[in-house]
């Protein structure tokens, strides 16, 4: 199975910084990477699909970045309502997908 | 408006049965690509199952043999049958849509609101 990797785990930040979350994959996954956002009791929200390319409705200030093994997901300016959890996902094995670990953006 | 609800969550003993559904609503589940994803408490979100739009599915090691999922096509709902269930398969479960059409990537782009699985004694 391909392994998911993000780092950090978790963040504290402040609004208006920038902020970069990482995902590795332990194999080349081309595109195949998406990235969805968590708050807590409710479903993940698709932000950023093949890598790079921004899910309509979500905000121009994420983005997307990378491509065989390495990944980001940058927030230009963070903003209150962007303090949550946030997890890559493969979809380059067609008989396993994975996600990462998630990382938790909190106020600092 | 495209639409998935989950239903068929509650406590079961160990050892016993659940089947869950996922109803969809704005869109044709045949013409797409439908996952499930579970997620225990305080844990991250882990990939279950997908069930290609040509019946064909896959599922994660951890399931695999114990979970089967079916499409409705009259009633344009996924369901999933859990058997054999243990304590730690206690989860909420979402279902979501792939996008067949709009994206050659595979991502989920629509979810459910989650149902609720208790496996204990």
């Known amino acids: 199975d391909i392994q998911m990797t993000q780092s950090p785990s978790s963040l504290s930040a402040s609004v208006g910084d920038r902020v970069t979350i990482t995902c590795r994959a332990s194999?080349?996954?081309?595109?195949?990477l998406h990235w969805y956002q968590q708050k807590p009791g409710k479903a993940p929200k698709l932000l950023i699909y093949?890598?790079?390319s921004l899910q309509r409705g979500v905000p121009t200030r994420f983005s997307g970045s990378g491509s065989g093994t390495d990944f980001t997901l940058t927030i230009s300016s963070l903003q209150p309502e962007d303090f949550a959890t946030y997890y890559c996902q493969q979809s380059f094995n067609t008989h396993s997908w994975t996600f990462g670990q998630g990382t938790k953006v909190e106020i600092k | 408006e495209v639409q998935l609800v989950e239903s068929g969550g509650r406590l079961v003993q160990p050892g016993g049965s659940l089947r869950l559904s996922c109803a969809a609503s704005g869109f044709v589940v045949s013409s797409n690509f439908v996952t499930w994803v579970r997620q225990a408490p305080g844990q991250g979100l882990e990939w279950v199952a997908t069930f290609y739009s040509a019946g064909k599915t896959y599922y994660a090691d951890s399931v695999k043999g114990r979970f089967t999922v079916s499409r409705d096509n009259s009633n344009n709902t996924l369901n999933l049958q859990m058997n054999s269930l243990r304590p730690d398969d206690t989860a909420v479960y979402y279902c979501a849509r792939v996008p067949t059409v709009s994206s050659d990537y595979y991502p989920m782009d629509v979810w459910g609101q989650g149902t609720t699985v208790t496996v204990s004694s």
């Open positions: 093949a890598a790079s």
């Open positions: 194999q080349s996954i081309s595109r195949y």
